[in-house]
């Protein structure tokens, strides 16, 4: 028995040994590959896509691949691969990449021809480089194509009556007998070749305005900007702009660039109307302004540092609202159970925090349903052993009173009353376990 696994182990050992030899027909270093380049232009544009033929042989060596590389300042920034299976022509194409910033000049093209005994011979061309001249672009939008004309050297421009916000891509056409057509679109807050995300432009008003493109540098207007104490701000989306400033207690807010205010909902909680001015009417600290053009107001919330503030357990922090019945600037924009959409109370000072209400518009009138957290999220919270209220009218939830623990509600048979402000004040001076909620009609 033992003979036999024996003699079974050395025909499987010899078979492997033949299949290992079959494998390795053609040993490292063998032949001498050829080739010749037969067609190629002398020039091209950024943006093409470049035809070539390579004559390709060896002294009867199996060939592996034809490589063609391109090379801007000793970078390989494309390459196409062939499959060389016997002698003979080959075509094939090769793009040129359309980098911004990138001036007219001179690229090297390799050619690469590899057994398979990983043998190489290599050909270089130099290929002339200059940016396409389009004649015009599109603005490519979800009503209408809109078409910038060339007002000088890679820059484009259209000039009529447009919306105050133009959402769309840009589109240049092929160009010449190799050209591709290109797409500039929004990725990361900045123009970006290849993309169709539409980017945002933006103008004060509605009218007549230009919208421009370069297509060397990218670059592009209008982006309507808006300014708070000389802070840009940040554009979140079409409709939201958001800034973080440093302000004293009753610091001027001085607003750049933005549209009449006359319609626009101001939180009183902080900021304050005098003698035409906007004033800061919160605790002095580090906040950040979300303008809401979609509604009309600024979101203004509390900071530590870079990140949204937190109750600290001396008492300092920020307070969020999370719940039913209540949203800013009114009722239409009710928080719910969304955490993102948390309401900050103001910080006033003396480990007080303030939000105020308006009966039957930011606060419903007998159908309130929320509690006060310690972020603008799950985590710490304010329950009835920890909160207890001064107030006739709005009560804190236990469990078994209609509410959660917490849970903050009107008291059976009565109501708040309609267009009647309501002050809400959270006072933590003695702990945050010994909370004290005060309501005042105002």
Partial sequence: MEKIRLKIMLLLTLATVVACQQDYKYPLGGGKPTLAVQQLASDAHFGDSISFTVAVGDDGTALSTLKAQLYFSGDMVSETTIRTANYGNYTGKIGIPFYKDVPNGSAELRFVLENVGMVKAEESK???????????????????????????????????????????????????????????????????????????????????????????????????????????????????????????????????????????????????????????????????????????????????????????????GAIWIIGEGVGKPNLSNQVGWTTEKALCLAPIGGKKYRVTLVGGQSIANNNINFKFFHQKGWGGEFKNDGLSSTSDIIFIGNGSNGRDPGNLGVLSGKQLLNGTIYELIVDLSAGNDKAVLRVQAK
Avoid: C
């Avoid at 130099?126 to 939008?141: E, G, Q, S, W």
């Fill in 126 to 316: 130099t290929l002339a480089l200059t940016r396409p001249d389009f004649p015009f672009l599109n603005l490519i939008t979800d009503k209408e194509t809109i078409q910038l004309l060339r007002v000088a050297e890679n820059e484009y421009r259209v000039t009529k009556d447009l919306p105050q916000k133009v959402k769309g891509y840009i589109q240049a056409p092929a160009f010449g007998a190799n050209g591709n057509t290109l797409n500039f679109g929004w990725e990361n807050e900045t123009i970006t070749l290849g993309s169709t995300q539409q980017i945002p432009f933006s103008y004060l008003t509605p009218g007549a305005y230009s919208i421009s493109f370069n297509t060397r540098t990218y670059v592009a207007s209008p982006f309507q900007s808006y300014m708070i104490n000389g802070v840009e701000m940040r554009m979140l989306d079409d409709t939201h702009y958001t800034a973080d400033l440093t302000l004293a207690a009753d610091q001027e807010v001085v607003l750049t660039d933005f549209p009449s205010l006359d319609n626009w909902f101001i939180d009183t909680d902080f900021l304050r109307r005098t003698n035409g001015q906007l004033r800061f009417h919160a605790a002095a600290g580090k906040y950040r302004f979300t303008a809401d053009f979609e509604r009309n107001y600024f979101i203004i919330e509390a900071m530590s540092g870079n990140n949204l503030a937190t109750l600290q357990a001396d008492g300092t």
